[in-house]
């Protein structure tokens, strides 16, 4: 499949993470809750990374269905912070220029709310084997 990238982010989407629960959310686009909106869920490898403060510094969400990327339409120029990014079925999300220093990886169920104009929003529900403590990463 070709490499394409989504829609830019509102200006700092606000990602929502809760360690305890293994839940994620962020809104990158208005109208999440519009009319034109379409949610498709699946199940998939997915990663939070988290900087040292525990912000969270990216979304990785692996082998997305070609329903939700075919959606996601091309980035132009290099600012991607808060925008959805799409190759070859990987989806990774940045929301933040810091480094990542761990991340909480593992399968997930995944809710992508598509509009017209993007990924708009994104929520992933880790499943109980994901809970373990959460890893260093390996890059930064």
């Given at each position: 499949?070709?490499?394409?990238?989504?829609?830019?982010?509102?200006?700092?989407?606000?990602?929502?993470?809760?360690?305890?629960?293994?839940?994620?959310s962020v809104d990158l686009l208005?109208?999440?809750?519009?009319?034109?909106?379409?949610?498709?869920?699946?199940?998939?490898v997915a990663w939070v990374g988290?900087?040292?403060?525990?912000?969270?510094?990216?979304?990785?969400?692996?082998?997305?269905?070609?329903?939700?990327?075919?959606?996601?339409?091309?980035?132009?120029?290099?600012?991607?912070?808060?925008?959805?990014?799409?190759?070859?079925?990987?989806?990774?999300?940045?929301?933040?220029?810091?480094?990542?220093?761990?991340?909480?990886?593992?399968?997930?169920?995944?809710?992508?709310?598509?509009?017209?104009?993007?990924?708009?929003?994104?929520?992933l529900r880790f499943l109980g084997?994901?809970?373990?403590?959460?890893?260093?990463?390996?890059?930064?």
């Amino acid at each position: 499949m070709e490499s394409h990238t989504g829609t830019a982010g509102i200006c700092t989407p606000e990602a929502q993470w809760d360690e305890g629960r293994g839940e994620f959310s962020v809104d990158l686009l208005p109208d999440a809750d519009g009319p034109g909106a379409a949610v498709m869920s699946f199940r998939t490898v997915a990663w939070v990374g988290l900087g040292a403060s525990g912000a969270v510094t990216s979304v990785d969400v692996h082998d997305i269905p070609v329903q939700v990327s075919d959606r996601i339409p091309r980035v132009e120029g290099d600012d991607v912070i808060g925008c959805a990014v799409v190759d070859t079925q990987w989806l990774w999300v940045p929301l933040g220029t810091g480094p990542t220093a761990r991340r909480h990886a593992g399968r997930a169920d995944v809710e992508a709310v598509v509009t017209g104009a993007g990924l708009a929003r994104l929520t992933l529900r880790f499943l109980g084997e994901a809970m373990k403590k959460p890893r260093r990463a390996d890059h930064g």
